[in-house]
């Protein structure tokens, strides 16, 4: 997503413009540039385009306005934090049906970032402009891929119940603003309950199908099973990751396992990187800040190649009971 960033909105001429505190939402796109290589150019636009247009109209229907389309992503402005945030939340519901019925491949699907602040913004000539705006743009850009980022003023304008749910992560700084800024993370999983809007029918084939699905972890004798309902697995050096990884090659938070919309997703947000080497391929894929669907069975590489001995490695294998 290209974002312009400016405070000064008088330097886009006609009438004046008047100024509203609002939510701002920044919803960015994951997985397009692997779209792109897998479908090609045609078919990846739109593909993109439906699912931002898809997203858009979600954002709408939960009380939002879009301001405008940006790419592989959109901006959202909101009179209530709350609802913002829960449209946030409900995109991911958005993008399960999404990936279901759009996207034609085993090997992927689409997710989203979302950066999200409060504050004064102005209007005006089909853009807005303020400190709420360039920050939560900055979060969009921070956030790892189906992560919700939360600014300082949008945190202290939610409910006590929404804050139990957000994790303090990060203090970053913000181009025009003085200081760091404290960044809260939302955690997807305590709102599940409130998320399910499809027939009962349809969702009890779905809960079926999940409780078939499992990843099979195994690292230096260790084995972790990881189901649809288990939330995320974070490996990394941090004690407080689902996989602590003693290895200076591997970052605090080097990567992510879970499952989204029924496939097993791998998320990198290190800085050396993830290394996925498939049983079946002769190449591994490189994660750099991106991800990959897991399927069928192989080693994944963390800071460096698998191929290099002394890397920490582990294998997984993404299996159905039924199989």
């Known amino acids: 997503m290209n974002i312009v960033f400016g405070n000064d909105a008088g330097h886009h001429g006609g009438k004046s413009a008047e100024q509203a505190d609002k939510a701002v939402v920044f919803a960015d796109l994951t997985g397009s540039t692997k779209l792109y290589e897998l479908q090609g150019n045609v078919v990846a636009m739109q593909v993109i385009t439906r ?91 921070r956030a790892e891929a189906n992560e919700i ?30 200081g760091l800024l404290r960044v809260w993370r939302y ?25 078939m699905q499992r990843a099979d972890i195994d690292l230096s004798g260790r084995h972790l099973q990881l189901l649809p309902s288990n939330g995320a697995l974070v490996i990394g050096r941090a004690e407080n990751c689902g996989l602590v990884i003693d290895d200076r090659r591997v970052s605090r938070r080097h990567a992510r396992i879970e499952w989204i919309g029924g496939q097993c997703t791998l998320t990198d947000f290190s800085s ?16 750099k800040r991106d991800n ?19 890397t920490v490695t582990f294998s997984f294998q993404i299996v159905s009971d039924g199989d």
Not at 272 to 287: C, H, M, Q, Y
Not at 294 to 308: C, F, R, V, Y
């Open 51 to 141: 699912c931002t247009q898809l997203l858009g109209k979600h954002f709408t229907l939960a009380g939002g306005r879009v301001v405008k389309y940006l790419g592989d992503g959109l901006l959202v402005l909101f009179d209530a934090s709350e609802a913002a945030v829960d449209a946030a939340v409900r995109t991911r519901d958005v993008l399960y049906d999404f990936n279901l019925e759009q996207i034609d491949g085993a090997h992927m699907s689409l997710g989203l970032k979302v950066g999200v602040e409060y504050g004064s913004v102005i209007e005006q000539h089909g853009d807005c402009y303020g400190d709420a705006v360039n920050v939560a743009a900055r979060l969009g850009e």
């Open 292 to 310: 990959c669907v897991l399927h069928g069975q192989g080693t994944i590489g963390l800071g460096s190649a698998p191929e290099d001995f002394t």
């Open 149 to 178: 980022l939360l600014g300082e003023a949008l945190y202290a304008c939610l409910p006590e119940r929404k804050r139990v749910q957000c994790t303090s992560i990060d203090r970053i700084a913000i181009k025009g603003k003085t």
């Open 187 to 211: 955690d997807w999983r305590h709102t599940a309950e409130t998320t399910i809007t499809k027939p009962l029918d349809l969702l009890k084939e779905r809960v079926s199908v999940a409780q």
């Open 272 to 287: 050396n990187g993830t290394w996925v080497k498939f049983s079946r391929d002769a190449e591994p894929v490189i994660l």
